[in-house]
């Protein structure tokens, strides 16, 4: 509703690798030239599956963090932090499940999809069944405005923007609304006052789409009001009450293409991976070690670079002339596999050479590592406590 912030989690699971490169942190590394960031480690979230194994998290913790700042996200643009470090993200989890229809947490369809991918797991606990809750109490807290996701993650954006205004419609009435809200228009100065007025109309009466986003944009720009009035002139456009937490957007991450070494996808769980910082000369081995077309059983015997997943990776790493020469060589068995492989390899290990370099640093001090952790949930903890204060008094808490 105010400027954009964008705002997106990680479950701490171990260091990551280059499909989570190609997938989420290039895309965070840009987003953070342009807008607000902030970036957390979910780790209350990776409680809610792996309640279990205590004793792993704080390794991952650490280990994700430092990827991603060898990735390139900036501490000096972007707001890092940690989910448990800002109990106020608790507090708001709480405070939401009281107005939260269970029916509402059993529908979203990565409840039943994940009970039944991880179902060597107890997941038929109340943690899992919060665990969309808990990501809406993440986004709203900061009233951000963008969250980046993957594709799976839609219907828990869509159940976020419910939860907000199921609120709104619950506590977003104050008493005299209008007459206040018709006092923060004066505010205004006539001339807005008057502009606010007819885009409020036209999109009231005529449902004028384009109406409602100039008058949003025009409140945007007002930079004098205080935060109550600039709430009530926000929910006062689209009727209700005050709009006290704001709905998210979700910004959808193109699906990582990046395959992994056997030319399924590239994920922890199907053993395929490199990671972010992995080794060169792990790196070169396992692809040297990679399968092929299995038709090229001799050097002698032609390919097809469709039926092999090192082809895949040319798809990412080259430019056309090696991609041609790939094509060309394969079918007319011109080339060996090897060959065929080391641009691949000489690419991978371009890629990782700043993010071998940045990482140094902080593996040479992890006290940097953690006085940026520090720094960030501090940021956070101030943004959160700003939310905190209108949920308690929206809600009867705020005690004299
Ligand atoms: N559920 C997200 C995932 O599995 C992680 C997450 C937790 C998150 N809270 C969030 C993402 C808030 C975006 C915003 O990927
Ligand atoms: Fe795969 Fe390249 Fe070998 Fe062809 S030459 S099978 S594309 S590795």
């Known amino acids: 509703?105010?400027?954009?912030?964008?705002?997106?989690?990680?479950?701490?699971?171990?260091?990551?690798?280059?499909?989570?490169?190609?997938?989420?942190?290039?895309?965070?590394?840009?987003?953070?030239?342009?807008?607000?960031?902030?970036?957390?480690?979910?780790?209350?979230?990776?409680?809610?599956?792996?309640?279990?194994?205590p004793q792993s998290i704080e390794q991952h913790v650490w280990d994700m963090v430092v990827d991603w700042l060898a990735a390139g996200v900036d501490p000096?643009?972007?707001?890092?932090?940690?989910?448990?470090?800002?109990?106020?993200?608790?507090?708001?989890?709480?405070?939401?499940?009281?107005?939260?229809?269970?029916?509402?947490?059993?529908?979203?369809?990565?409840y039943k999809d994940q009970q039944e991918k991880l179902s060597e797991k107890d997941l038929s606990t109340y943690g899992f069944l919060g665990y969309p809750l808990l990501q809406s109490?993440?986004?709203?807290?900061y009233r951000a405005t963008q969250v980046p996701v993957g594709e799976d993650q839609v219907p828990h954006i869509e159940f976020?923007?419910?939860?907000?205004?199921?609120?709104?419609?619950?506590?977003?009435?104050?008493?005299?609304?209008?007459?206040?809200?018709?006092?923060?228009?004066?505010?205004?100065?006539?001339?807005?006052?008057?502009?606010?007025?007819?885009?409020?109309?036209?999109?009231?009466?005529?449902?004028?789409?384009?109406?409602?986003?100039a008058a949003k944009s025009l409140l945007d720009e007002q930079q004098s009001l205080n935060y109550g009035d600039r709430e009530r002139l926000f929910g006062y456009l689209e009727g209700g009450g005050k709009m006290i937490l704001s709905e998210p957007e979700a910004m959808l991450t193109a699906a990582s293409k990046m395959p992994g070494?056997?030319?399924?996808?590239?994920?922890?769980?199907?053993?395929?991976?490199?990671?972010?910082?992995?080794?060169?000369?792990?790196?070169?081995r396992k692809i040297r070690t990679m399968p092929t077309d299995p038709a090229r059983?001799?050097?002698?015997?032609?390919?097809?670079?469709?039926k092999c997943p090192v082809w895949s990776?040319?798809?990412?790493?080259?430019?056309?002339?090696?991609?041609?020469?790939?094509?060309?060589?394969?079918?007319?068995?011109?080339?060996?596999?090897?060959?065929?492989?080391?641009?691949?390899?000489?690419?991978?290990?371009?890629?990782?050479?700043?993010m071998r370099e940045r990482a140094q640093q902080y593996l040479d001090d992890p006290t940097l590592v953690r006085s940026i952790i520090a720094d960030g949930c501090e940021k956070a903890r101030r943004l959160a406590s700003e939310t905190m204060r209108d949920v308690r008094e929206a809600m009867g808490l705020s005690y004299g």
């Open 1 to 53: 509703m105010f400027a954009d912030r964008v705002l997106s989690g990680m479950r701490p699971t171990g260091s990551l690798h280059l499909g989570h490169y190609h997938g989420v942190l290039k895309n965070w590394v840009q987003m953070q030239q342009e807008f607000e960031c902030l970036f957390f480690v979910a780790d209350w979230h990776a409680l809610t599956t792996h309640y279990d194994t």
């Open 76 to 110: 000096s643009q972007a707001t890092l932090f940690i989910q448990s470090r800002v109990p106020e993200h608790a507090e708001l989890h709480l405070l939401l499940s009281m107005i939260t229809p269970l029916g509402w947490l059993e529908r979203v369809p990565t």
């Open 137 to 141: 109490a993440d986004i709203l807290i």
């Open 160 to 213: 976020t923007r419910e939860i907000a205004r199921r609120f709104n419609h619950i506590y977003g009435r104050e008493a005299g609304f209008e007459e206040k809200a018709e006092a923060a228009v004066k505010k205004l100065g006539s001339k807005k006052a008057r502009l606010y007025a007819q885009l409020r109309t036209r999109f009231q009466e005529q449902g004028d789409g384009e109406a409602l986003e």
């Open 261 to 284: 070494l056997d030319g399924q996808k590239m994920s922890k769980s199907y053993d395929n991976t490199i990671t972010l910082r992995e080794e060169e000369a792990d790196v070169t």
């Open 297 to 306: 059983v001799r050097r002698s015997d032609p390919g097809d670079p469709d």
């Open 313 to 354: 990776l040319h798809l990412v790493y080259s430019g056309d002339d090696t991609r041609q020469w790939v094509q060309k060589g394969c079918r007319s068995a011109g080339i060996g596999c090897l060959e065929c492989k080391q641009p691949v390899i000489t690419a991978v290990l371009e890629e990782q050479r700043p």
